[in-house]
Structure formats: structure tokens, C-alpha cells
């Protein structure tokens, strides 16, 4: 059985540059034991006739249809406050590099 050790305990907060009062080493330590044990009882289960998850809401095609809604503005209308427009449309500086 694997078991980890304060000292893992405090490489491992080091690692990922935690730092952790006695308490909190205590708590970790108990609560990553625990962690481990219960992958080791994973790991003596037998998955051979399983199938792999890779979506577990059922849902399909989650998406709407675009549609075009008219607010009953016309175009130049709403583009009069824009301070820079090429083509009716609202010009803007390029947002990709």
C-alpha cells in the first residue's frame, strides 16, 4: 500500500509553492492517504468489459439555428454614433495578430 509521509507531504507543498502550517500538513496528510487508498481499491477492480466515458450528459447537438432578428431598425440608422464604419458595418482595429 502506498502511504504518503509528512516529508512528502511538505515536498510536495514546496513543489507547489504552498506553504502550509502543522495543521494544515496534518490535514493534508491524512486527506491524501485517504486519497490513495481509495485509487489503489480502484485499481483491483476489474474494467476490462467497460466502455470508456467521453460524454456522460446524454445531450446531442446542443446548439440553436442562427436566425436573423429584426428589431425594426434600419441599418444606417443604428450605425449613425459609430465613429468608424467601412460598408455599413462597424469598423474596429484588428483583434488577432
Do not use: C, H
Not at 36 to 43: D, F, K, S
Not at 66 to 81: A, F, H, M, R, W
Amino acid at each position: 500500500m502506498a502511504r504518503l509521509s509528512k516529508d512528502d507531504v511538505l515536498k510536495l507543498a514546496r513543489l507547489a509553492r504552498l506553504e502550509l502550517s502543522e495543521e494544515e500538513v496534518s490535514e493534508y496528510f491524512t486527506e491524501l492517504n485517504a486519497i490513495l487508498e481509495y485509487v489503489e481499491q480502484l485499481q483491483g477492480e476489474d474494467t476490462s468489459d467497460l466502455k470508456p466515458t467521453n460524454q456522460v450528459t446524454g445531450l446531442i447537438n446542443v446548439t440553436r439555428e442562427d436566425k436573423t432578428i429584426d428589431y425594426g431598425y434600419p441599418v444606417l440608422d443604428l450605425l449613425k454614433n459609430v465613429p468608424f464604419k467601412e460598408q455599413d458595418q462597424i469598423k474596429v482595429r484588428r483583434m488577432v495578430g
